[in-house]
């Protein structure tokens, strides 16, 4: 391998890696957005049935 090959080779590697960091960021952003939001219907969902309970 020539040096511009080596170059070229760790380009690539940067890119993958920034793109990898990236999609990792996403997945955990859409997990925690996703736990939150089904933590808030939960809680409500047991805030009904306790209403309707009572009643």
Do not use: P, W
Not at 14 to 21: D, H, Q, Y
Not at 23 to 35: G, N, R
């Amino acid at each position: 391998m020539g040096v511009s090959e080596l170059k070229n080779s760790s380009r690539l590697s940067v890119v993958v890696a920034v793109v990898s960091a990236v999609a990792a960021v996403v997945s955990l952003t859409v997990a925690v957005v996703l736990f939150f939001e089904k933590k808030k219907k939960d809680e409500e969902d047991l805030e009904h049935y306790l209403d309707c309970s009572i009643q």
